[in-house]
């Protein structure tokens, strides 16, 4: 049982490179997010999907696109890196977008903007 | 203010105490009340979860939700070594969870 698949786990890009992070869940979950977890600042919002056709901005937003490509897959875009976004980031899914059921979170991708 | 505010620490107690953190949060529409533990390197995990005020016992672990005064707290009786880790404290805020900033647990010998 899968869970949630994050790819690559690990990542090092050139300032102004872009990349996606992808993302897929094998527990037909309705919604999807996007976090980004610095030192001493928990994990922050970036995007979220509520349901499959649907995305909305969080906490970050600002340098980054999302896809909810379909009902399983939830893809984050960097297009221009920026060294600030160095940070590890993690996708989960819930069963329903935030009333009250557990978000089950992907491995994290360590990113790297030199 | 930030939507969900925790006690950085780190947080030492040493091994058998109860170690409790705290957790407060500016939404007062959010109905669920979510505890993960982040050991270092690994992803979230959930440990706990209350709806509703009062206290909610799993094992070790006890939850307390006062929402009148928008307060969550987690407390670990008989801390093991093994307890150490970060512990995440979020909450739903309509149709998204935050988190908050995390509390740092060490759980000495």
């Known amino acids: 049982n899968a869970g949630v698949t994050q790819t690559p786990k690990f990542q090092v890009l050139k300032t102004g490179q872009s990349m996606t992070l992808q993302c897929a869940q094998d527990?037909?979950?309705?919604?999807m997010y996007w976090y980004r977890q610095d030192p001493g600042m928990g994990l922050r919002l970036i995007y979220y999907s509520a349901s499959e056709g649907t995305t909305d901005k969080g906490e970050v937003p600002n340098g980054y696109n999302v896809s909810r490509l379909n009902k399983r897959e939830f893809s984050l875009r960097l297009e221009s890196a920026a060294p600030s976004q160095t940070s590890v980031y993690f996708c989960a899914s819930s069963e329903m977008g935030g009333a009250g059921t557990e978000a089950f979170f992907g491995q994290g991708t360590r990113l790297t903007v030199v | 203010q930030k939507e969900v505010e925790q006690n950085s620490g780190p947080l030492s107690v040493p091994e058998g105490a109860i170690a409790s953190l705290n957790c407060t949060y500016s939404?007062?529409?959010?109905?669920?009340f979510f505890w993960y533990r982040q050991y270092s390197g690994k992803s979230p995990e959930l440990i706990m979860f209350?709806?509703?005020?009062g206290d909610k016992e799993d094992g070790r672990f006890t939850a307390q939700l006062n929402k009148a005064s928008q307060y969550v707290s987690l407390l670990i009786r008989d801390s093991q070594p093994s307890d150490s880790a970060t512990y995440l404290c979020?909450?739903?805020?309509?149709?998204?969870?935050?988190f908050g900033p995390g509390t740092s647990l060490s759980v000495i010998p």
């Open positions: 527990m037909n979950h309705n919604s």
């Open positions: 979020a909450v739903n805020s309509y149709d998204k969870v935050i």
């Open positions: 209350i709806y509703s005020n």
């Open positions: 939404d007062r529409g959010s109905q669920s």
